[in-house]
Each structure stands twice: as structure tokens, then as C-alpha cells.
């Protein structure tokens, strides 16, 4: 018995030797899957943080944001240059006219007019022109040479002179082509047909009626703009489109290089 006993209670021992044994080797997997858990956790806020600063820096958009601005704001201006344009203004705009140009080319007009003039000078700038001989009559002349102005029929250009002013270039332009529908439309077509002695006609808002006589006749690039200037001496008017070449009357385009100009001195 005692011998029974004595290998029962050994092998009750080894048996409860190996279970605290289980024990202790579980209590170590799993201080080691927490060690393993915190190891794994910094990389982990490490790879949310990107987001975060990217969320956080909204500088570098703004600035992306500015550039572009910059960038298409000369696209526009662009647009607004080539716009439906059939072809190019016979006489460039100054950039710095506006209305308060022609409200202080209208009253410099009528300064020198009060000194020596044929009559009193308009308060409206706007005129009238009519040549039989381009089969053209009450074409309205309203101030400037951009689209808006020329689409309406003849435009004066800015800074040039009046009739009614002496010593006057007044320099009109008028497009070859033109827009349907309006008094544009082929309104300086026939200008190459004017000859020496053909009679033109411009009358101002007061009703006055100024006669010039074609005197000669000019043909000079699209950068030449001493045609706008005055004739020392003369009363002039000059009547100005677009040519295709030195010589080409009648191609409809589509370059106009040259600047025709038929120049008429004042009769009456």
C-alpha cells in the first residue's frame, strides 16, 4: 500500500509540475503578442499621419491656385483680342483711350474751334459720311476704330482731327468686309474705286456739311500710322481700309497687310 501510494502521489506531482508548467509557457505567448501588439501600433499612427499633414497644409494649394490665375488671365485677354473678328481693325485702338479721352478730345475740338473755325463746334463727336462715288450715303462715323465702333459703320480715330477744327487730319476707318446685317457690311469695299477729284461729304451733329476733293492716294504697312498724323497746311480727310497686298484690290482676305488710304483735302 504504501509502495502504491507513494507512486501515486510522484505522479500526481509531475502531473501538476506540467500543468503550472502549461501555464507559465501561455502567460509568456501572450506577454510576447503584447509586446508584439505595441510594436506594431507606432508604425501604424506613423502611417496615418501623412494624411493629416497633407490635410493640414493648405498653403501650397492657395499658391497653386494664385499661379494659375496668373497664368490665365493673358488666355483671356487673348480671347477677348481674337474674338469673331473677320478681319483685323484697320486702326488699333490706343490702349489708353477711353471715354474720358473723347470726352477731352471733344472739348480741346471745341477750344481751338472758338479761335478760328467755319462754325461752332458740336458738343456730339458723332458725323455722317457719304461718298456717291463708293455708292455710300449717312454712313454713321461714331469715335473710336475697336470692333464695337466700326460694326455700327465708320469709326474716327482717337486723337486725330475734326472738320471743324483747322489744320485737321480727320482720319476715318471702315472695314472692307464687315458684318451682315449691319452698316458695316462692305461699307469701304469700293474704296480703291475713288480717283483723284471725287467728292466727299462728312457732316456733324450740328447739321454742317464739310466737302473735301480726293487728292491722292496711299498704300503703307499696318504699322505705319504717320498717315493719322496732320498735313501741314491742310484740311484733310482720310478714308482708310484694309488691303490684302500692295496692289491687291479685290482678294477678300484673309491677312489685309496693307493699309489703304485715299486722302481728300477740303473745298467748301
Not at 507513494?6 to 501555464?23: D, E, K, W
Not at 488699333?92 to 478730345?105: C, E, L, N, T
Not at 454713321?140 to 486725330?160: C, D, F, K, R
Not at 466737302?211 to 493719322?228: G, H, M, N, Q, W
Request: aromatic residues 8%; proline residues 8%; hydrophobic residues 35%.
Amino acid at each position: 500500500m504504501t509502495r502504491f501510494f507513494g507512486t501515486g502521489l510522484g505522479r500526481l506531482g509531475l502531473y501538476l509540475l506540467g500543468i503550472v508548467a502549461l501555464f507559465a509557457i501561455g502567460a509568456l505567448a501572450l506577454a510576447g503578442a503584447g509586446m508584439l501588439s505595441g510594436a506594431n501600433a507606432e508604425p501604424t499612427e506613423r502611417a496615418i499621419q501623412p494624411i493629416g499633414a497633407q490635410e493640414a497644409t493648405p498653403e501650397p494649394i492657395a499658391k497653386t491656385a494664385a499661379e494659375t490665375a496668373d497664368k490665365t488671365e493673358p488666355e483671356d485677354k487673348a480671347e477677348q483680342i481674337e474674338r469673331a473678328v473677320k478681319e483685323p481693325t484697320p486702326v488699333p485702338d490706343d490702349a489708353s483711350a477711353s471715354a474720358s479721352a473723347s470726352a477731352s478730345a471733344s472739348a480741346s475740338a471745341s477750344a481751338s474751334a472758338s479761335d478760328d473755325a467755319t462754325g461752332p463746334a458740336p458738343a456730339d463727336t458723332t458725323m455722317t459720311l457719304s461718298v456717291p462715288a463708293m455708292g455710300i450715303s449717312g454712313i454713321p462715323v461714331v469715335e473710336g476704330t475697336g470692333e464695337a465702333s466700326l460694326s455700327q459703320g465708320a469709326g474716327h480715330y482717337i486723337g486725330s482731327g475734326y472738320p471743324w477744327v483747322p489744320g485737321s487730319n480727320t482720319y476715318i476707318a471702315g472695314h472692307r468686309i464687315g458684318y451682315p446685317g449691319t452698316p458695316s457690311d462692305h461699307v469701304f469695299w469700293n474704296l480703291p474705286n475713288l480717283g483723284v477729284g471725287d467728292q466727299i461729304y462728312l457732316t456733324d451733329s450740328n447739321g454742317t456739311t464739310y466737302t473735301y476733293a480726293v487728292s491722292e492716294i496711299l498704300e503703307v504697312p499696318r504699322t505705319d500710322l504717320s498717315v493719322t498724323n496732320p498735313v501741314p497746311g491742310r484740311d484733310v480727310v482720310s478714308l482708310q481700309t484694309c488691303i490684302e497686298n500692295f496692289g491687291d484690290y479685290w482678294t477678300e482676305g484673309p491677312n489685309w497687310f496693307v493699309r489703304y488710304v485715299v486722302r481728300a483735302d477740303r473745298v467748301s
